[in-house]
Every structure is written in C-alpha cells, then in structure tokens.
C-alpha cells in the first residue's frame, strides 16, 4: 500500500500540486474551495470534520482566503455561534478553475490508458474505495429522491451495463435491455401512473428505480432499482423500493409485480423486507450467463371481503348441478 502511495502520489503531482495544475494554492487549499464549491453544507466545523483538518490550521486558511477575496464569513443560519463560509465570486471563478484543470489532468491520465481497459481501471478504483471505506458519501446529508435531470436517464443505463459486468460478468446484453426499458418508459410515460426516481447523496446521483405499468390490468411493475457500491449500507435500496410501492398504492394499482434473478441476493432481501413473495423460478441463459429468475408479487390493497354464499334450497341446488351438466 505504501508503495502504491508513492507511485499515485507521483502520478498526480500531490507532492507539487500547485505546480502540476499551474495554480497558486496547495493541495489543502484546493480541496478547502472544492468542498465550498460542491457542498451543501459550509459552516466551518462541518468543513473541518469533512477533511480532518486542525481547527487552528482551517482557520488560518479561510483568513487568508478572506484577505484575497475568496471567501465571506457570517454567522451560521442554523446556529448563530457556528460560522458560515460562502465562495465570492472571486472565489467561485478560482474554484472552478481548479476543477477545469484537474478534469483536464485526469483526461490525459485516462486517454493513455486503452478503451477496452477503463472499465477495469474504474471498477478497480471503486473496489479500493468500497474496501478502505474512507471516501464514502456523507452519511449526515441524508439521501434525496427526485425526478431525473436531464442526462440521467443515460446515467442509469450506463451504471446498469457497467456494474453488472464489474459484479456479475454479465455483457453488453443486458446494457441493451436497459436501454430498451428506458427508452419505451421515456416514449410511453404517463407521469399519473409511471415515474423514475434517482437517489442523490452528496450532490449526486448514487441509485435508480423506475415504476412502469405492466401488461396486466390494474398491476404495476417495479424496474431497474441500482445503487452504487459507495453508496450502500445507508437503506437507500429499501428507500427507493418503498417510494416505489407507495406511488404505486397512491395510483391505484391492485398489485405490484418485479423480476429478478436470485444472484442478486441484497436486492431480494429488500424485496421480501418490503413484503413481496416469491411467486415463480425459472432457470435461463442471459445476459452471457446461467440465471434463476424469479418473480416477486406485492398485493397494494387488501381484496375485498368475498359475497356471502347465497341461501339455495334444495330444488336450486338440483338445477345448478343439472347446469353444469348440460355445460359438459
């Protein structure tokens, strides 16, 4: 690990920083204006425990930040003994100048590497990410369900293909499958009946699902639910499913129906939390690989109490079997 410090920390000139991107500020100080420029939060104890600063050093940089410009500070809004920090102009035209310059960085880094091996250099940098679990989303911000920005919807279908081949191997089949159930939800929706919902955590998206209307009457249909490694372990996958079934109970569905396939063992353990049933397996070759799907049904509204059996005397019940004799 320490040699692979060294080679990183080479590799991305942290040991020069400001010379690497052709800036005035350090690395620390960097960091400090990407924070202020992304976070939604921006009192200075929030900054101070989000990068593990000293709370004399975060100090003495947000003063000389002040004195070029950069920065305003202001009592708190929620606490009037907390400060506030806010980027000025001056402040935001620098910190996006940082952000242009390490975009521009990581582009040559990548565009060295060949097509066909980004996507195990992405997955190996997630893993490393999941494993040492010091860079996952901000637990105290909460996640947020909301409708999808434009763009996104290429998002979803882009994560599908490139997590079920990181997790499961599956190919390029299944990145089309999600495309085609994107594109007719897209061309079809009626936003009554149907919706997509994105998690965002940490100011961006981290997870999907979508409800669409199934082909049988009065059924909805629970689709693509996804969440990004990073980003589990905070219920955002029983959060996504449970907006799923109560839209779908709000809009009058009797039932709500998902198909899934049984390696996808965390997925099913929120299924059946939530309250679905396993109805029906059935062994198949998708996707490059050997599958069991399975079939989950959810019924949104108790069925009504049956008719009473009406009062027959005898003389019906010997025409009513003399019917379905006749039928025969």
Not at 126 to 147: F, I, K, Q, S
Request: glycine share 8%; net charge neutral; proline share 6%.
């Amino acid at each position: 690990m320490r040699a692979f410090n060294r080679f990183y920390t080479n590799l991305i000139g942290a040991l020069d920083y400001s010379k690497h991107l052709y800036t005035p500020y350090t690395l620390t100080e960097s960091r400090v204006l990407y924070e202020l420029a992304h976070s939604p939060r921006t009192d200075a104890a929030d900054l101070r425990a989000e990068l593990s600063l000293d709370a004399g050093y975060l100090s003495r940089l947000l003063g000389k930040f002040e004195r070029a410009g950069l920065v305003a500070r202001a009592p708190s809004r929620q606490d009037s003994r907390r400060q506030r920090i806010t980027l000025t102009p001056k402040g935001l035209q620098a910190a996006g100048l940082l952000d242009e310059r390490s975009r521009e960085a990581v582009g040559a880094l990548v565009a060295k590497v060949p097509a066909g091996e980004r996507d195990e250099l992405v997955a190996a940098l997630r893993t490393v990410r999941r494993t040492l679990g010091r860079t996952r989303p901000a637990a105290h911000d909460g996640p947020l369900l909301r409708e999808p920005r434009p763009g996104e919807l290429g998002w979803v279908v882009a994560r599908h293909g490139a997590l079920y081949a990181a997790e499961y191997g599956w190919n390029a089949d299944f990145e089309a499958l999600v495309a085609r159930i994107v594109a007719d939800h897209v061309q079809d929706r009626d936003p009554r009946l149907e919706r997509t919902w994105i998690a965002e955590l940490a100011g961006r998206p981290v997870g999907t699902v979508m409800c669409v209307r199934d082909e049988a009457p009065g059924t909805a249909r629970l689709r693509l639910l996804l969440v990004e490694p990073e980003a589990r372990g905070y219920g955002l996958g029983e959060l996504l499913v449970r907006a799923v079934v109560d839209f779908a109970r709000d809009a009058g569905y009797r039932e709500l129906v998902l198909w899934t396939n049984d390696v996808l063992a965390g997925a099913r353990r929120i299924y059946e939390k939530v309250g679905f049933t396993l109805v029906a397996e059935q062994p198949h070759r998708s996707f490059g690989a050997d599958l069991v799907g399975q079939d989950w049904r959810l019924p949104l509204h108790p069925d009504p109490d049956p008719d009473p059996e009406p009062h027959l005397d005898p003389d019906a019940n010997a025409n009513a079997e003399q019917a379905r004799e006749d039928v025969r």
